[in-house]
């Protein structure tokens, strides 16, 4: 068996003798008792008091503690603040880039008149894709009109609403571009392909063809203004065997980050169909 500490059977001690000097304390044969044992009992009491009055202190709220975690709720709290107002700034500066970049653009084509259109809408199949922008007839866009970026061209509208437009973009399988390359002048076609390139056709042979050689709108056809940036080369497709040749091309213009454009309300697309029209042969006139 475990022997009992000195300090504890003291104290198993005094509390005995408390407990003896409440049950007999009228005795008279305990007062000489009670004289002797009271200055023990006295720090016995106090020691004990004292333990409790730490206990009970850190029982009781600390109002350092109270503080601490007060300021850490407002540090959060504007933390949360901070990061929201910095979002807000980083979308104000992406925007002011994209304007910057349509306003640098229309400064460079005086001639031309422009309306500014936000995407809100795409309409995408395997076959054929359109944007749709916040711009109808209510502001005067009709079928045709050009859409630009400050990089270069998007497309063209080709319906309309009251309040909003489809655009072909360029990239799609079922646009074709009357196009030109820009150091030697060829000129060819640039078509739209499955997978959201550009290849340019119709390239003779004899055109020596470079990547990163530039490619714009010739104008030809009359359904877009010259000088319109379609993308870069990026490869050249030229067989022997081939009378032409043909070129991949890079866009210009990513359509799929769009998000502001610029319409170009003053160009009106040249109807060349009366001129491709076969002349019928007039019928025989019977004889009399």
Do not use: H
Request: with cysteine; hydrophobic share 45%.
């Amino acid at each position: 068996m475990k022997r009992l500490q000195p300090r504890t059977l003291l104290v198993i001690v005094l509390v005995g003798a408390s407990l003896g000097l409440l049950v007999f304390g009228g005795a008279a044969w305990v007062a000489p008792m009670r004289e002797a044992l009271q200055t023990p009992l006295a720090i016995l009491q106090r020691a004990v008091a004292g333990a409790w009055d730490r206990i009970a202190g850190n029982l009781q709220p600390d109002p350092t503690l109270e503080a601490l975690q007060q300021q850490v709720s407002q540090l959060e709290a504007e933390n949360t603040r901070l990061l929201a107002e910095n979002v807000q700034l980083r979308e104000s500066e992406s925007q002011l880039r994209i304007l910057s970049g349509l306003v640098e653009y229309a400064r460079s084509q005086p001639d031309a008149k422009y309306l500014t259109a936000n995407l809100i809408g795409r309409d995408t199949s395997p076959l054929l894709t359109t944007l749709i922008f916040d711009r109808g007839s209510d502001d005067g866009v009709i079928r045709g009109m050009p859409v630009v970026t400050g990089a270069g061209l998007v497309g063209r509208v080709v319906e309309v609403s009251p309040q909003a437009c489809k655009v072909q973009p360029l990239t799609d399988p079922a646009s074709a571009i009357a196009a030109r390359l820009q150091a030697s002048r060829e000129t060819g076609v640039v078509v739209g392909q499955l997978g959201g390139g550009l290849e340019m056709q119709f390239i003779t042979q004899q055109t020596r063809v470079s990547p990163g050689e530039l490619v714009l709108t010739s104008g030809l056809g009359g359904e877009y203004p010259a000088g319109i940036v379609l993308g870069t080369v990026s490869a050249v497709q030229q067989l022997d065997y081939e009378v032409l040749q043909k070129a991949e091309v890079t866009p210009a213009v990513d359509v799929n980050r769009l998000e502001i454009v610029l319409i170009i309300t003053n160009f009106t697309p040249v109807d060349l169909s009366p001129f491709f029209r076969t002349t019928p042969t007039p019928a025989p006139v019977p004889a009399p």
